[in-house]
């Protein structure tokens, strides 16, 4: 795909172009948790708010509520269309033909809508929320956070001339091929697009993925972006979230069942899905106790997704968990995801898919010609390891602006779910820096789960 970001944003035509084209342009496992939620608690009321935790960068200052508002009315006013729907009944996803029940499309063909919502602004940051039915509100997720971003880039945009934004546009996109020139050739290399929430913009991640798809051939796995991987005939990647386990934890009636709640989760969703799709995220209050107390059938799960945790502390744990279960790690599979650069992935990948030889570190592997010299590393894999690459992928213009500014750097935004059901919802996360919830709530919830290989790490974004 070929696109003059410089002219269509100097002529002012990207103004023109709203944010969310499609309902489809979201992350896939948003669509997923949305056909359980439909199934098991299509009657839970909950809440989502918005929170920017780069709190140096005043968001509301950039541009107005009303542009915010105009794009958020688009999105409520878009439906699903028919060539998307039959995409989703009739492709095949991980393997799995008829993922999502015929019930289930024909509720978001005829009776989809998204929740009303509240905004306002306050000390120079977006106060929003998201009020109704789960039903109703989880989708505003993925699509509140991607408006956002590409508002704040459209408003840095509008300071540049048209030589500027060819500069900056440049530099991004030489950026973007010294990292994929890094993956090119790495031996049984998977990697992921899992950048929608934070990109720079549609475009710009379009432009990523498709130069991802066309460089890397079978290493690029595909996108979490459904409607790119229906537009380009992708691989569709997610399956779940945080946003499940703390619903079901805000509804549990007692402490037994709170602690309870994260494996009844793990019950229900391979019930509803049938045993596919198995890919735990343990750490929505702490992978360390999560994996000590888990149930014994929790090792017959496919793998898991490591979100908040040293990537190399957190597979090794994982590793292990599985051999003291019985369970062959060679035969698991773990996917990184938070904050990972092109080192990073090169690193992870080093580690888990072969042997490091004495004197080498992960830090030592920057290209395919390192894993071909037998005096680095040897392929003798531990666990199969994917990377899902997000943030640094698709909003990477640190350093690109030519006036030398930061305005194009990305943030740290998100959008959870902050009760259901009248009650609080937490996130403990691995990382103290991470946690959500009332900071009483996280107390309590600390208490109950404890804080065992939980450290406090800045958050990037």
Request: some cysteine.
């Amino acid at each position: 795909m070929i696109v003059n970001f410089a002219e269509r944003a100097h002529n002012h035509n990207w103004e023109l172009d709203p944010v969310t084209r499609s309902l489809l342009d979201t992350d896939f496992y948003k669509l997923l948790m949305l056909q359980f939620i439909w199934k098991h608690y299509p009657k839970t009321p909950v809440s989502f708010s918005l929170l920017n935790r780069t709190t140096s960068v005043r968001l509301a200052d950039m541009f107005a509520p009303e542009e915010l508002t105009a794009q958020l009315e688009h999105v409520r006013r878009l439906r699903f269309r028919k060539s998307e729907l039959v995409w989703l009944a009739g492709n095949t996803f991980y393997g799995q033909r008829g993922i999502f029940e015929p019930a289930f499309l024909a509720w978001l063909e005829r009776d989809f809508r998204l929740s009303d919502y509240e905004l306002s602004v306050k000390d120079g940051q977006f106060d929003l929320c998201f009020k109704g039915l789960w039903t109703e509100t989880t989708m505003w997720e993925l699509y509140a956070l991607a408006i956002i971003d590409e508002l704040k880039t459209r408003a840095n945009l509008k300071k540049l001339s048209e030589f500027g934004l060819d500069i900056l546009y440049a530099r991004a996109k030489t950026k973007l091929w010294g990292k994929i020139e890094q993956l090119v050739g790495v031996p049984e290399l998977h990697v992921a697009d899992f950048g929608t929430r934070r990109r720079h913009s549609f475009l710009w991640q379009e432009y990523v993925v498709e130069a991802m798809a066309s460089n890397l051939g079978s290493a690029f796995t595909g996108t979490s972006n459904a409607f790119l991987a229906h537009k380009h005939d992708l691989e569709a990647i997610g399956t779940n979230a945080h946003e499940i386990p703390m619903v079901l934890a805000a509804l549990a009636p007692d402490v037994q069942a709170l602690k309870a709640s994260q494996y009844h989760v793990l019950e229900m969703w391979q019930r509803t899905y049938e045993g596919e799709l198995l890919i735990m995220l343990p750490d929505t209050f702490g992978t360390t106790q999560f994996l000590k107390n888990a149930p014994d059938w929790a090792a017959d799960w496919t793998g898991q997704r490591i979100d908040s945790k040293n990537p190399y502390v957190a597979g090794d744990e994982y590793i292990e968990w599985l051999k003291g279960r019985g369970r062959d790690p060679q035969t698991k599979l773990i996917i990184a995801s938070d904050t990972l650069d092109v080192d990073d992935i090169l690193g992870l990948h080093a580690y888990f898919a072969g042997t490091l030889a004495d004197g080498s570190t992960p830090k030592d592997f920057r290209s395919a010609a390192d894993f071909q010299d037998p005096k680095k590393w040897t392929p003798r894999r531990r666990i199969r390891f994917s990377a899902g690459w997000g943030t640094l992928l698709t909003n990477d213009f640190r350093g690109c602006d030519p006036a030398g500014g930061s305005g194009f750097d990305p943030v740290s935004l998100i959008c959870k779910v902050t009760d259901a059901d009248g009650r609080p919802a937490v996130k403990l996360s691995d990382n103290y820096a991470k946690a959500l919830g009332l900071p009483s709530e996280i107390e309590r919830y600390r208490r109950i789960f404890g804080t065992a290989g939980v450290s406090n790490v800045p958050v990037i974004a």
